[in-house]
């Protein structure tokens, strides 16, 4: 289940519910958005949003039910993304992993019946069932607290907080709502956001629906021009008549999710032309 964004970053607007539900975030549950791998568990093994296997150890494996699939997140602690390289590798080492306190954030389950909060009621049971096992380590299946929203204002004061502390921004969910295997309005997310500029040096070619438009500026930051990367995210008006709207040279602000430890933006999104 994919979440769709809480507000349109251009525009302001709130993304409108599905039709029976309240418009968010009032009565909405909001909760921390991790940073991690977003993962389902289906029994047997973990597996990313594009159907690939995430190869831990048995040991770790043995924490888990084998009669739910769980959909959470592995994390290993906030402002920590780049460590989770460990979680690509085709084999899994022991004494890294035991070392590597590798935890699953559990959001809901695929599996188990009833609206949103009867499956949360249930995961609980889960968690504390699966935790009371005897096994290698610390139990890493770890409950995602849910907090029902009786304002905006608390929505971004919840924002805020989490955010301090180094999370990546929060996510929040309709009530009685149903769990979907696709993208869902039911789900949103409201992320941390920093804009920056940067002087366009050249172009990508775009492909499948793009070909023959523009696929990606690339860019070099204004601050420090040694960092250079490729923006997306520009409408087709622009795509179609970059050449003319932005040739090389020119200045344009984007929005982006932090940086890597090369001070790489990541996640960076067109937002204008620098001034308009």
């Known amino acids: 289940m994919l979440a769709h964004t809480f507000k349109d970053p ?3 607007k709130i993304k409108n519910p599905p039709k029976g539900f309240p418009k968010a975030p009032i009565g909405w549950y909001v909760s921390e958005k991790y940073d991690g791998y977003r993962s389902i568990w289906n029994g047997k ?4 949003r594009n159907g690939n296997i995430f190869v831990t150890p048995q040991w770790f494996k043995d924490w888990f039910p084998n009669n739910e699939a769980l959909d959470g997140e592995l994390f290993m602690g906030r402002e920590s993304f780049e460590k989770h ?3 690509k590798k085709k084999k899994a080492n022991d004494s890294v992993w035991k070392k590597a306190n590798v935890n699953f954030q559990i959001f809901d389950s695929p599996t188990i019946k009833g609206d949103f909060e009867e499956r ?3 995961i609980k049971k889960i968690i504390d069932t699966s935790c009371k096992k005897k096994g290698i380590g610390k139990c890493p299946l770890k409950y995602t607290k849910q907090t029902k929203i009786n304002s905006e204002k608390q929505l971004y004061s919840t924002f805020d907080k989490l ?3 180094g999370a990546e921004g929060v996510m929040i969910r309709a009530p009685h709502s149903p769990y979907e295997t696709k993208r869902s309005s039911h789900l949103l997310k409201v992320k941390q956001l920093f804009d920056d500029e940067c002087k366009i040096i050249g172009f990508k070619k775009g492909s499948g629906k793009y070909t023959g438009m523009l696929g990606a500026f690339k860019c070099q930051m204004i601050k420090n021009p040694k960092i250079e990367f490729t923006i ?9 008549n970059y050449l003319k709207t932005h040739p090389i040279g020119t200045i344009i602000t984007f929005t982006y999710m932090g940086v890597s430890s ?3 933006p990541r996640h960076p999104n067109y937002l204008r032309k620098y001034g308009n």
């Open 10 to 12: 251009k525009t302001g």
């Open 45 to 48: 093994e973990f597996f990313s």
């Open 85 to 87: 390289g460990l979680l």
């Open 120 to 122: 949360q009621a249930k």
């Open 163 to 165: 955010t301090k502390k």
């Open 232 to 240: 997306s995210g520009m409408n087709d008006e622009i795509r179609k």
């Open 262 to 264: 090369n001070g790489v």
